[in-house]
C-alpha cells in the first residue's frame, strides 16, 4: 500500500529553520508531483509549494515565496521543504501529498496524503 510520511517537525524559535522531508513507503514518489500543504489551527488547509515529478518546475504560494524551498532528494528518495526566518504565523501541521497531476494549489488532485508533522514556532 503507497504511503506518505512526514518528518522533520518541531519546536523551534522565530527565526530559525526547519527542514521537513516526505518519504513513501510501498511505492515511489518519481512518478508523482509533490505537494506540501499546511493547516494551522482553527484555519483551512492551504497549498505551500509542489514539485513535478522531474524535479525541474518547483511552484509556491506568492505569499510564501523566498523562505520555502521545495525540493526532491533523490539519494533520500524524499521531497524535502526547506522554511527559513520562521514566523509563528508559521505555526501549522505540515502535509505533503502526491498528484498524478501537474503541480496544483486544488488540494482535491492530490490523491496521496500524508498524517502530518507539527512545526511549532515560538519563543
Known amino acids: 500500500q503507497f504511503q506518505l510520511v512526514e518528518s522533520g517537525g518541531g519546536l523551534v524559535q522565530p527565526g530559525g529553520s526547519l527542514r521537513l522531508s516526505c518519504v513513501a513507503s510501498?511505492?515511489?514518489?518519481?512518478?508523482?508531483?509533490i505537494g506540501w500543504f499546511r493547516q494551522a489551527p482553527g484555519k483551512e488547509r492551504e497549498a505551500v509549494a509542489c514539485?513535478?515529478?522531474?524535479?525541474?518546475?518547483?511552484n509556491y504560494v506568492q505569499s510564501l515565496k523566498g523562505r520555502f524551498t521545495i525540493s526532491r532528494n533523490y539519494a533520500e528518495k524524499s521531497v524535502d521543504l526547506q522554511i527559513n526566518n520562521l514566523r509563528p504565523d508559521d505555526t501549522a501541521v505540515y502535509y505533503c501529498a502526491a498528484t498524478f497531476r501537474l503541480c496544483t494549489t486544488t488540494s482535491s488532485h492530490f490523491v496521496y496524503w500524508g498524517q502530518g508533522t507539527q512545526v511549532t514556532v515560538s519563543s
Open positions: 510501498g511505492g515511489t514518489l518519481d512518478w508523482y508531483a
Open positions: 514539485v513535478n515529478a522531474t524535479g525541474e518546475d518547483r
